[in-house]
């Protein structure tokens, strides 16, 4: 297979087509509001009677002054080319803004389209996996009205969390949540997975799960209170499997409370040992962040917040413990998620300036995914299409690993785990035998 790859990896069209049909197992880490694609938000906010803002984009589900009506707009060409440009990447415009605002600022524009309709495009996020070969989506989401719950509940408490809270400070929150109806939103927010799970395998032959996320740029309380309630839920619903930070790590609220925030984790650790963390750290560059913001937050996720899956992991050169890292995370089994196009995009970074080859020959597990392939338009194809045009060296077996580790090294339970991997490598042994065959 290696002397069939290097005949096509200088063709990118013949490459793509090769990826495209070869078996790529799972997507793991996967925003679920990042995967709606922006044709098809146009045509289900028509269908729903939503507005939109005529300058920024945003959308309303009932009419707001200096909006239009999508339903009216939608046969425009500009309308639809200007959704597309306010809702994705596409003909994104440096001198408009910086690609990393830019790119976070799509969430809340298109998350009225979203919220409340999560069974509808659960079953799309699975149905485009399934049309795209993979077997399983690991997507990270939230039940909005149990985490808008807890972060009002956080906000009555009286006392302060600072950025120097320890465990008696948790503990005390904790207690305060429990007695003003924290158990109410755990309990809401395992039936609403349920009946999103439910409805998006009913699509669509696609083992779907779930991570649940805490918004980590908000008041520490309403942060903690979040994680608070991605753990108590990861730990009884079995469609979790489970649980991360989200939002800019840039923001200001991130960098203050950053250290906080992964003692905390340590501390949610050791009250459910069975909940699994996976975390964004190090999505940083020189150029929006002080350099000594780049100096401990992927030693930090993994030494403190015990995380067994880094997602981005960009600012790995900076980390003033970065061997320690590296060889913490090999010796562990804990994996990098690598998301090649997000950091081109967001951060500026790729080839040789992102620290992919050092995970790769360092011998921590690579995994390759989308983070928001509708927001990103892309494919899993087009990640690894990626890949191979800025890293000559890879080969057909690099990206099989790739695939592989993408099950491996998922939080599904052992024996489904144990049975999609069976699966995948029958898969690739049967798209192997077919590309030598020919």
């Known amino acids: 297979m290696n002397d069939y790859y290097n005949k096509i990896k200088n063709?990118?069209?013949a490459l793509l087509h090769f990826f495209e049909h070869m078996p790529k197992g799972g997507d793991i880490h996967h925003h679920a509001l990042g995967a709606l694609w922006a044709e098809d938000i146009m045509k289900y906010a028509?269908?729903?009677?939503?507005?939109?803002?005529?300058?920024?984009?945003?959308?309303?589900?009932?009419?707001?002054?200096?909006?239009?009506?999508?339903?009216?707009?939608?046969?425009?060409e500009a309308f639809r080319e200007f959704c597309i440009k306010k809702w994705s990447v596409a003909h994104f415009d440096p001198n408009d803004n910086n690609g990393h605002s830019h790119f976070f600022d799509v969430f809340p524009k298109i998350a009225p389209a979203f919220i409340g309709f999560e069974n509808y495009w659960l079953e799309r996020i699975a149905d485009q996996a399934r049309k795209e070969g993979l077997i399983y989506?690991?997507?990270m989401i939230e039940c909005p009205s149990e985490s808008e719950r807890v972060w009002n509940l956080g906000l009555l408490y009286d006392n302060e969390i600072s950025e120097n809270a320890d465990i008696s400070v948790f503990e005390a929150f904790y207690c305060f949540l429990k007695e003003n109806g924290l158990q109410d939103a755990v309990k809401n927010t395992v039936t609403?997975?349920?009946?999103?799970?439910?409805?998006?395998?009913?699509a669509a032959e696609v083992e779907l799960c779930f991570q649940l996320y805490a918004v980590r740029?908000?008041?520490?309380?309403?942060?903690?209170?979040?994680?608070?309630?991605?753990?108590?839920?990861?730990?009884?619903?079995?469609?979790?499997v489970g649980v991360n930070l989200v939002a800019p790590e840039y923001h200001e609220n991130t960098l203050k409370f950053y250290s906080m925030q992964m003692r905390a984790c340590r501390w949610l650790n050791s009250l459910f040992p069975q909940v699994n963390l996976a975390l964004h750290a190090g999505e940083l560059s020189k150029d929006i962040v002080e350099e000594s913001h780049l100096k401990f937050h992927i030693d930090e996720a993994v030494s403190i917040a015990k995380a067994k899956r880094i997602g981005h992991g960009v600012d790995l050169h900076w980390e003033h413990h970065r061997n320690r890292i590296l060889?913490?995370?090999?010796?562990?089994?804990w994996a990098i998620e690598i998301l090649p196009k997000s950091n081109d995009f967001i951060l500026n970074i790729s080839g040789d300036e992102h620290p992919f080859e050092t995970y790769l020959r360092s011998g921590v597990p690579v995994i390759v995914a989308t983070d928001d392939p509708g927001l990103l338009r892309c494919t899993l194809a087009d990640q690894y299409l990626f890949l191979?045009?800025?890293?000559?060296?890879?080969?057909?077996?690099?990206?099989?690993?790739?695939?592989?580790?993408?099950?491996?090294?998922?939080?599904?339970?052992?024996?489904?785990?144990?049975?999609?991997?069976?699966?995948?490598?029958e898969d690739l042994g049967i798209f192997e035998k077919s590309i030598l065959g020919n």
């Open 388 to 425: 191979a045009q800025h890293y000559s060296f890879l080969d057909y077996d690099d990206f099989r690993q790739f695939s592989l580790n993408s099950i491996k090294y998922s939080f599904l339970p052992k024996i489904k785990k144990e049975q999609l991997l069976l699966k995948l490598t």
């Open 192 to 202: 609403l997975l349920e009946a999103w799970k439910k409805s998006a395998e009913k």
């Open 137 to 139: 989506i690991e997507t």
């Open 46 to 76: 028509a269908e729903q009677d939503f507005w939109i803002e005529s300058e920024s984009g945003q959308l309303f589900k009932t009419e707001t002054e200096n909006c239009l009506n999508v339903k009216k707009e939608l046969d425009k």
């Open 11 to 13: 063709n990118p069209e």
């Open 327 to 333: 060889d913490f995370m090999s010796e562990k089994g």
């Open 217 to 240: 740029n908000l008041d520490p309380r309403q942060v903690l209170a979040q994680l608070i309630l991605c753990y108590e839920a990861a730990a009884i619903s079995k469609h979790v």
